[in-house]
């Protein structure tokens, strides 16, 4: 079972950020959060990760508080090629479970002109 | 395209035949996974190899279901005796052991509809 929780839904404006929230709170101290996308009819596309400390990268930045209990996804000038489908992810680092990842049903992020 | 290339990308079938999918990795990338995603839902993990070994099987992948890497490279997904709740799309990624950030690389997915 997926470990996250996400809202099902999630509207911005184009040209807005776009902040995706995620609650993990069962995270382990050797637990990442991932962050992935899936654009209709395509398969899912890497967007970002972090352990603990806040993350930026080309396409977003992921903020993670404190505790890690939660995360925020941050697209900061959303497009309309920014609709998808978001998925957050929590992954351990190494030993046995390394090699998966476990998808929950994600966010369906609209961005709307 | 150096990307993740699965082939056929749609198969439709009747109930019962045989159907095999076909995945090529990126070239240097020696882990390849199998996921399986039905309508509405996230991916499931079905398996994954490192290099041709196949180090993990999700329950998901029942006896009908075998996977295969032969030579490290390619991988075929093969579902016998197909069923319609085998219906869905089934995405095949890769990543690097050498340079692995936990980004799995997938590809487009191979949509399956059994009638």
């Known amino acids: 079972d997926a470990k996250t929780t996400q809202p099902p839904s999630m509207d911005c404006a184009e040209g807005r950020a776009a902040n995706l929230p995620c609650n993990h709170s069962t995270i382990s101290g050797n637990e990442y959060v991932y962050w992935y996308r899936q654009i209709h009819s395509q398969g899912p596309q890497y967007i970002i990760h972090g352990l603990k400390n806040n993350e930026t990268n080309e396409m977003a930045s992921l903020i993670i508080t404190e505790d890690r209990k939660s995360s925020t996804l941050i697209l900061p000038h959303a497009t309309l090629r920014d609709t998808a489908v978001y998925y957050c992810i929590v992954r351990v680092a190494g030993g046995p479970g390394y090699s998966t990842l476990t998808f929950g049903k994600g966010t369906m992020l609209l961005v709307s002109p | 395209d150096t990307g993740v290339s699965q082939d056929p990308r749609h198969k439709i079938t009747k109930r019962g035949q045989n159907v095999t999918f076909r995945c090529d990795p990126i070239s240097e990338h020696n882990r390849l996974y199998w996921y399986r995603q039905t309508l509405g839902q996230g991916p499931e993990f079905l398996t994954y190899f490192q290099n041709e070994a196949q180090l993990e099987k999700s329950r998901l992948l029942s006896d009908r279901f075998s996977a295969e890497r032969p030579k490290g490279s390619f991988s075929t997904l093969e579902i016998q005796r197909t069923e319609q709740g085998d219906s869905a799309m089934y995405l095949c990624?890769?990543?690097?052991?050498?340079?692995?950030?936990?980004?799995?690389?997938f590809g487009e997915g191979s949509r399956l509809t059994v009638l």
């Open positions: 990624a890769s990543s690097s052991r050498w340079t692995d950030t936990g980004e799995l690389f």
